[in-house]
């Protein structure tokens, strides 16, 4: 009988030859995750074999570089011999698992406001009139203020106001701060005279037709201070942005979106000065992006004619504005710079998004998608882009899913079903109980629905299998995650077969997307060297699951990168950096938009993707790979 | 006996040897006006001697050519034979008598708005977009605009709002009003995107301490559509400057006054609105001037440092603002042009108002004066420009004199008091009953009860004479001008000593201003080629009279320029054209303030010059002349 001992409880037993280290692990009163139930799929029962001799009947999902290191499937290994085996903590083994943010916007490492900030604030020191030098207040800031490169100075009436009180109280050495326009060089506008130095904070507004994120962030070292995301206000008026549209065009319609999604970031604001005692008087600058439709309906713009053809949005180059003729309660002369969009579906929030992921700045040949209620891709380098909107619908970002929600605490936003007993094992945001599923979750869920055959690959659910988890609901058949004892509100988290169809579109819409968008340029997906993911899903996704629903391409997993919120990152870098504003400007300026509506291959594609993972599983081998194991084992 | 014959009448009388044509006029049953009581000294017994025998007792106020051409005074000239004598119609006389203003705010003979006026008008033709131009709005018609030589365009957020709408309902043709800055070629605000070609009008509006007047112009033609003038509403906090910015530093003092002054503004907006049938919604343009005091207090900013020394305003040069930022009820997008100043007590209504008088733009030496509260003073030419404030007080604007008022409808423009019976003969403006007595009513009035002995060389009035017009009133001594029966108000309208101390101390400010003035340039008073006065004296005002009370200096009558309210003129002036603005901005800087309070000899000058009309009669030889005549007759 071969002879095991784990580590690091050094424990050692005998067991019978032809045991896996499952049967292994359990007879040693040891405990490995294994949520699929042995069978191979979920990666979580990974151990280390430090030593001796085992055989392993699945390499699933283990690169060749794994296994020589001595990592194995638990479930899937069996012991022919003596060995040492080392069991790594759980949560290492789930990051390994899942497809971490490889970028959050943080402090850049070099982030220095004197070279990279267009608000800056300094101490002047101003002679003292006399009457020989009797020049007006006025006179005497914008002669000094030379020094610091404003050849002509723009002041807001309230500051011209209150100058007389600034110089005086300061005995002439008076705080300024200044926004710089740096597209003309030598003019600044006066923002503020504080009576001492003052923080300088920013907000950077990410408005999805979902959900609304926002950075409150310290423009002196460039860390985010605060964050919040809350679903969009404007989702009572309609979920996709045509019915926002067309609610904007009924009387007050456009006022009544302004005002809500307005509700939204004054609810945003309350979140971030709360948690960080900030006041919204120090929020100097604000930065905002979204899509084309977003904008308008955030700055009270008409949007009937971005929906109707040639699809022209009133501008996709906003000026800036001041805070208080924005209605926006941070300080009033905050400037406000509503990011730059290339056409009336591929907007700021695209043009923020592309900077954030750093696709516009690299040589490699890279897809980005945002997993929006819109599905917006781009593909492209350093050189050329070009992008479309594939309208997945809000599903990804748990809308229009019955028990969906925001990636937020109490987010179920991975889930196993056991192989036999059908059994769900989730884990939630924030440790608590669930009270929804979040994207990721969303995907994990489907994809083990898939390979259980809870579902087949129309998207059914069976009714076969010996387990109330599958019923007949409120809402038609259903799949109950969580049963109300175990959630936070009380009643069972299920999904539909409606959301199903919701869910199976979404990503149907998306893979239609990169292949057409990839066809567009002569091209085929295998020629793609990174797909990057930016998208509200939380800190993670599993790209294992996403590639099961067909919802991504089957290519090498280490192509693949997931990084957030994208245009939050790169509306929060604008805020911090001028360059990283430019560089979002020429960005929109280079995009080319395809219309998707204009071509038919669209529809085609996307019909063939309504089936898990799709119709043609040829194009899907890792998948037909669990699927063959499935059946094996 | 010689025979006379009268014309146009035709009426021929022969009167005894030694008549003068005075008594032939009567005679003859006909009337020429003779308010002095035939003492030779109101002129306006003028007649022209076509021809005949007579001989001149006097030529008061006649030149030599006018004798030569054959005019003489009814009164003063004896028929030594026979003669045809034409009578003059009576207004021809009044006017001749009395400084007609030469020079009225009327369109310049060259006016053409499309080099001129800062705001224009137009149609722009933009191509409609397509799917394959579908470049946003903003971008469309800012494409058209580099045509119409704008490559930066500013658009307030309510016309981005609206541009949409505006576009597409015009058909791509829409009208647009745009705000060129002619400092910074290229740049232009939109200001408005009229649903037609709307007529273009602009408000210049002129703050003084006492009177606030407003000229509605067309900015099409040039050409003043409505007039109105009105008390400053402020003069219930006080009525000099020292005593507004007292209060302003009280407690909402500030605000109360900003408000009291626009409140008046409105009143002349609803005035010259009322008159025209314009909208305020057609008031694109407002150009405003003030001293900076009045600038301080309509802009809200806080004034106490300009009494304080070293005298600091918080800006002589004010940036632009729109209309609604000022709480201005016209077109809220309108932009406001405050006129620049010189300094704390040199402000725009003086660099308007020496623009308005040509001073800065001929070869003449001239001494202008504004007599307003301030009585501020220039001299110079088109070379070099010296200036300062003799705080005349707002006497001459009728304020601070029991029954003073403005030169409205209703005001005694004119007095002549009856040599021996001391009754009074006075004209009103609007031929009405009269409610009170204006500047030059005033100046007219206290050189008749001078020259008739009402009241002494130090203004005390003289109870010796057998009238009741002088009494013993409510608020001490005092010479009623009209009993309650002639009047509007249905009470005496009368001058009281106080009235008369006031006025004597304002021409006495004035006249030692002057000559403070002109000596501080190593100057005397008669190498002045011109005296340019600007004042809201009404339409006339008799420079005769104010030479008699020594308010002006005794030089030749042909030297004064009455010309009305300068500084609204040169608001006006700056209103229409690019290029008076730019000179009176040019003027604000060429301009050198000498401070009065300074300088020992100007109460010098001061205290001798509070006399009637001074203390040194030798400086004033033609009223000596009036005083001898007196004597002799």
New interface residues.
Partial sequence: MPRVTFFPENITIAVEEGSTISDAVAAAGLEVSQPCGEQGRCGRCLVLVRAGSVRRRSTFRLSERDVNAGYALACQTVLTGDAVIEIPPQGEIARRLVSEKTYTAEIPLDYDPAWMQNLKQFQLSIPP???D???????RLETCLREHDVTEL??P?PL??S???RL?ESNWNPWLVLYYDRTHPGEAVLIDTPVERQKLCGLAIDIGTTTVSANLMDLDNGTIIANAAEYNGQIARGEDIISRIIFASKFDGLEDLSTRVRQTIKSLLDQVIKSSGISPDQIYRVTIAGNPTMMHLF????P??IRL???????????L?FAH??DLPVYPLAVVDSLPGT??YVGADICAGVHGSGLNTSDSLSLFIDVGTNGEIVLGNQDWLVTCACSAGPAFEGAGVVHGMRAARGAIEEVYIHGETLEPTYRVIGDSKPSGICGSGLISLLAEMFATGVVDRSGTISFDANTDRTREGMHGPEYVVAYAKETETGRDISITKVDIDNLIRAKAAIYAGFNVLVASVGLELKDIERILIGGAFGNYINIEKAIQIGMMPDIPRKQFHFLGNTSLLGTSLALLSHQDREDISRTAHQMTYI?LS?DNTFYEQFTAACFLPHTNMQIFPSVMEIWNQEITT
């Fill in positions: 009139p006399t009457l030098d009797n020049r007006d207040d006025l006179s723009t002041i009436l011209l106001r100058l007389n009180k005086r700055l009270q713009l008409p009937e004619s053809e040639p699809y022209i949005p009133t501008t996709n180059h906003t000026p504005y003729e924005l056409a009336s219309e204009a």
